[in-house]
T-cell receptor, first 110, second 116 residues
């Protein structure tokens, strides 16, 4: 069964304290893995797409990586404005389906 | 680019009433998705369309839910009759495709639905 699992559910960091969020997936055929950021009262906002193992993407303090089983979102020297829920989604070739994880709620304390 | 536009932003209604949620996708996007988000279950895909045709509605919870896309710039999600357990935030998203891979989905800001 296709599945996406994110960990941890919640993460509190001091400003400047780097960390990583995990997205593990089990799909029979990966067409793409997407990272989104969601602020309260808003829809998810696209961050990155990764298509194959070994691929990396960077944007400001964020870096996403992909292996055959999981993806990591690395946050370097986070700031309070990075506080949000980060969602991972996969596009599976089986039935051309889309699955979202339940997200990691990140709080960065000044 | 105006982005995906959803209306209404908030809806409060009584159990048994019909609810209609509306979505205008980004111009040029040929995929449209309806999601439901709750604390317990996160984001769940309800149905998606390609070129106005429903492709997969396996996520639609019951016959009380229906979705239509009469043209490329408009879609509705209808719940009739509504029940308290339908309370959630409903998102619409649109995207396009390059080769075999879908491009990222762009989301609206959602409709917060409360059924009393």
């Amino acid at each position: 069964e296709d599945q996406v699992t994110q960990s941890p559910e919640a993460l509190r960091l001091q400003e400047g304290e780097s960390s990583s969020l995990n997205c593990s997936y089990t799909v029979s055929g990966l067409r793409g893995l997407f990272w989104y950021r969601q602020d309260p009262g808003k829809g998810p906002e696209f961050l990155f797409t990764l298509y194959s193992a070994g691929e990396e993407k960077e944007k400001e303090r964020l870096k996403a990586t992909l292996t055959k089983k999981e993806s990591f979102l690395h946050i370097t020297a986070p700031k309070p404005e990075d506080s949000a829920t980060y969602l991972c989604a996969v596009h599976s070739s089986t039935g051309n389906q889309f699955y979202f994880g339940t997200g990691t709620s990140l709080t960065v304390i000044p | 680019d105006a982005g995906v536009i959803q209306s209404p932003r908030h809806e409060v209604t009584e159990m048994g009433q019909e609810v209609t949620l509306r979505c205008k996708p980004i111009s040029g996007h040929d995929y449209l998705f309806w999601y439901r988000q709750t604390m317990m279950r996160g984001l769940e895909l309800l149905i998606y369309f390609n070129n106005n045709v429903p492709i997969d509605d396996s996520g639609m919870p019951e016959d009380r839910f229906s979705a239509k896309m009469p043209n490329a710039s408009f879609s509705t999600l209808k719940i009739q009759p509504s029940e308290p357990r339908d309370s959630a935030v409903y998102f619409c998203a649109s995207s396009t495709r390059t080769g075999a891979a879908n491009q990222p989905q762009h989301f609206g800001d959602g409709t917060r639905l409360s059924i009393l």
